[in-house]
Each structure stands twice: as structure tokens, then as C-alpha cells.
């Protein structure tokens, strides 16, 4: 009896239900953070936020800049193609420990459908094509699904955007 006296105690104290609240690691980041850097937006609002960008390439009046956006304890790079002060594209390259699912629905809920969509094996392509800017999105799945990047473009740009150019230089740094 009394060692019933002295387990129920624990047994109570160590079963009770958890009210914990799990989010995934990407619940509170926003396609909007991203907005910054979409294209028409102007370098000096940029470097004002997000200080001086590395130049990565710089050619025909056009420069490639490379920022670092904070999230949680990781930073992760964006580029922007930049002519005359003005943001002509971007590529974002993804954090993996970003969720799929919740980074494709944040997409979904702001531009809707995606205009195309492509399955290699494991990855998947998405494109939604607006009026004047073509946002691009890579996913891909081993254990789990991830993002690989997100790239905004004009459709009407004076440069290859970023995109291109990568693909051309078959995923070498450019």
C-alpha cells in the first residue's frame, strides 16, 4: 500500500497531457520577406534594410548582388539582377529545413494555381505566370519534402535572368 501511495503521485504528475504547440520551422516565415527583393524594387531600399550586397558578377550595365536573409538561427542567400538602381529578377535559394507543403500553400495563396507544373523523378516544377512577372518554385522529396529555390523575372528583362544564366553555365556559380 504504501508503495501505491508513493508511484500514483508520479504516475499522475508524468501522464498528463501535453498542451504543447509544435509549429514547422518555416510556419512564421512569409513569401512577403521576399517581396523586398522582387523585381522593380529599388537597390537603395534594399541595402538600406538588408546593408551592402556582395557583387557576384557585373557586366553590360548589369550587376549580380548577393544579400543574406535571417530566418530563426539560419541565414540563407538571395540574388538579384540589378540595372540602373532597379531589381530586374531574383533567385532565393531555400533553406531545407523549410517545409514543402506549407511553402507551396503560401505560394498557392497568393498567386493561385500554378500556371505549369512538371514531375522529374522526386522534384517538382512550378510556374505561375502573371502579368509582367514569372515566379518559378523547385521542390524536391527524399524522407521528406523540401524547397530547393524560388525565383522571380520579368518577362520583359533587358538580361538573362539568374535562372538562365545558371542553366546555361549548367549550375556552376555564375
Given at each position: 500500500m504504501l508503495k501505491?501511495?508513493?508511484?500514483?503521485?508520479?504516475?499522475i504528475i508524468n501522464f498528463q497531457p501535453l498542451n504543447a504547440k509544435v509549429e514547422a520551422?518555416?510556419?512564421?516565415?512569409?513569401?512577403?520577406?521576399?517581396?523586398?527583393?522582387?523585381?522593380?524594387?529599388?537597390l537603395e531600399e534594399i541595402e538600406k534594410k538588408y546593408g551592402k550586397g556582395t557583387v557576384e558578377r557585373s557586366g553590360g550595365g548589369v550587376q549580380t548582388l548577393k544579400f543574406f536573409v535571417s530566418h530563426i538561427r539560419y541565414k540563407f542567400p538571395v540574388l538579384i539582377q540589378v540595372s540602373e538602381g532597379s531589381v530586374l529578377d531574383m533567385y532565393a535559394r531555400l533553406p531545407q529545413y523549410f517545409l514543402h507543403d506549407i511553402f507551396l500553400q503560401s505560394l498557392v495563396n497568393r498567386l493561385g494555381k500554378q500556371t505549369s507544373y512538371v514531375k522529374t523523378g522526386e522534384a517538382a516544377h512550378y510556374i505561375w505566370d502573371t502579368a509582367e512577372l514569372k515566379h518559378i518554385y523547385d521542390?524536391?522529396?527524399?524522407?521528406?519534402?523540401?524547397?530547393?529555390?524560388?525565383?522571380?523575372?520579368?518577362k520583359?528583362?533587358?538580361?538573362?535572368?539568374?535562372?538562365?544564366?545558371?542553366?546555361?553555365?549548367?549550375?556552376k556559380r555564375i
Open positions: 501505491l501511495i508513493l508511484i500514483l503521485p508520479w504516475l520551422p518555416n510556419y512564421n516565415f512569409s513569401v512577403d520577406t521576399l517581396k523586398d527583393f522582387a523585381p522593380g524594387s529599388k521542390g524536391a522529396c527524399t524522407i521528406t519534402c523540401f524547397p530547393i529555390f524560388y525565383a522571380v523575372e520579368k520583359e528583362s533587358p538580361a538573362k535572368s539568374i535562372l538562365q544564366q545558371m542553366r546555361n553555365t549548367g549550375g
